[in-house]
């Protein structure tokens, strides 16, 4: 495979771990609640996130507007969704009831009727979110190499507000050319308009760019539909997939590197018939050795 200039990157789950965070949001907001009343904090947080996940697809509007953009409850209960496309504008005005009913009602399944401990989890819970994104494994040590001769571009599906914060707590903004967050543009991977406009924004061709992220029904597959090779970082995938010739699986980010090194390696094969011409030469050259 010849050289890729350009490399565009999905952040959730491939450079930040947002997993992790989301985790310990609810954890956090689990033992305000524990310190309140001295109910276990993982039961609350558990019953809290079951709570906010069913209010968010009670409104079954938000159930396209999820797939489209690529958005979840878990932004809703701590992101504004600013500069937001006006597609989002019902979602925009929701989202402060949507937050008020999510906390109040998951305090009201463990027996607790108190709208100052909803407030103060709600902020608690937003606070923890915005905390430093942590990168994942090999992350920085990506893209600090990668950024040295190649164009990077983020293309991610997710809030404006809460993508660029992880970007730039995590320090991994300033190796950015540019990024396309689908809550901008009004589409989100797998749409193949998403990774052509990523290519665009840092005046890139197709047969230039490679994709690396870790779903494979978004990335990979808004990747291909514009024929442009991907590395797939397996690591919390069950799922075995056919094999594919532009799609190289890899089961950490940490592996992401020596990969696409290994991808644009000169073929084994050229390489050897090279070799095999040259010594050809030599030995049929005047005074050798035989
Ligand atoms: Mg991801």
Redesign the pocket.
């Known amino acids: 495979m010849k050289r890729r200039e350009v490399v565009i990157l999905?952040?959730?789950?491939?450079l930040i771990d947002e997993r992790g965070t989301v985790d310990q949001a609810f954890l956090a907001v689990g033992q305000v609640v524990q310190a309140h009343v001295g109910l276990d904090a993982y039961r609350f947080a558990r019953t809290a996130r079951v709570t906010a996940q069913r209010l968010w697809w009670k409104a079954t509007w938000t159930d396209p507007l999820s797939d489209i953009f690529g958005i979840s409850a878990w932004d809703g209960l701590s992101e504004d969704f600013t500069e937001a496309v006006p597609a989002l504008d019902r979602l925009h005005a929701w989202l402060p009831a949507f937050r008020q009913a999510s906390w109040r009602l998951a305090l009201e399944r463990v027996g607790i009727t108190d709208p100052g401990l909803a407030e103060t989890i709600s902020v608690s819970y937003t606070q923890h979110r915005h905390r430093d994104a942590r990168p994942l494994p090999g992350a920085v040590e990506l893209v600090e190499a990668l950024a040295c001769d190649r164009r990077l571009v983020v293309l991610t599906n997710g809030p404006g507000d809460g993508q660029r914060r992880k970007l730039q707590s995590s320090g991994l903004m300033d190796h950015m050319r540019d990024l396309v967050i689908s809550t901008e543009v009004g589409f989100a991977k797998p749409d193949p308009r998403a990774v052509s406009l990523a290519v665009d924004r840092v005046g890139g061709k197709r047969e230039e760019a490679i994709m690396i992220?870790?779903?494979y029904e978004?990335?990979v597959l808004g990747a291909l539909a514009c024929n442009v090779p991907a590395i797939w970082v397996a690591d919390r995938s069950p799922e075995v997939r056919l094999e594919h010739p532009l799609v190289t699986t890899v089961v950490s980010t940490a592996a992401v590197l020596a990969a696409l090194h290994e991808l644009e390696a000169p073929e084994v094969v050229p390489r050897l018939n090279a070799w095999t011409a040259l010594l050809g030469k030599r030995g049929s050259a005047p005074g050798r050795r035989s």
């Open positions: 999905d952040l959730d789950g491939t992220g870790d779903t978004r990335d």
